[in-house]
């Protein structure tokens, strides 16, 4: 399960229009708006840099967060988009939507490998190539699962994981409706030299 959804803090922006979203840029934030989830919209205020900094980092539109507002219940969201300067390409205003736990969202998620000094590729001198480090899947907002795990166990040389070999959370599902490639052991450069010698040798 998700281990640590990160916090978000923002301010309730107090007017409406044109006006007060200027306002709150020259105050040093991003005016925004927080919808669905059965409630009324909230215009808030987030300060820019900390929204800069989310979004430098990436996959900002595919985060959970818990959005803190003062006077609020803290509540689960997700960007749903953010607006920017035509010429600056600066975030000017920002989209989020409330989730309600049963809610289904796609989430990039973090894979992790375990057991590499019990896979004989690897004590070999085999490399291990990853190719997908997250996937995306598709997933409740109540039962987000930190990581995806594979298990390095009896891989061999020129072996391949796929996305069928990981078992999923339940529930979750990727967004992507093929076996792709998360993974593959390839064989240690001077072998893969040896091999292509013998290959040329032969011809």
Request: proline share 5%; with cysteine; charged share 30%.
């Amino acid at each position: 399960m998700a281990g640590e959804i990160p916090d978000f803090q923002a301010e309730v922006r107090t007017g409406t229009g044109k006006g007060a979203a200027r306002q709150a840029r020259r105050e040093g934030y991003v005016p925004g708006i927080v919808y669905g989830g059965g409630q009324e919209p909230l215009s808030i205020n987030v300060p820019y840099n900390d929204l800069l900094n989310r979004l430098k980092k990436g996959r900002f539109l595919q985060t959970l967060f818990n959005l803190k507002v003062e006077g609020q219940e803290d509540v689960r969201v997700i960007c749903r988009g953010v607006q920017r300067d035509v010429v600056k390409d600066l975030p000017t205003h920002v989209d989020f939507m409330r989730l309600r736990r049963t809610s289904r969202v796609n989430l990039f998620i973090h894979v992790t490998f375990e057991n590499h000094d019990k896979a004989p590729g690897l004590k070999r001198g085999g490399t291990l190539t990853v190719v997908r480090p997250e996937v995306e899947l598709e997933v409740t907002a109540g039962d987000i699962p930190d990581h995806l795990t594979v298990d390095l166990t009896d891989r061999q040389i020129g072996d391949v994981i796929h996305i069928n070999d990981i078992k999923l959370p339940e529930g979750a599902v990727p967004t992507i409706n093929r076996n792709f490639v998360i993974a593959n052991i390839s064989a240690p450069s001077g072998l893969r030299s040896s091999d292509n010698e013998d290959e040329a040798e032969e011809a």
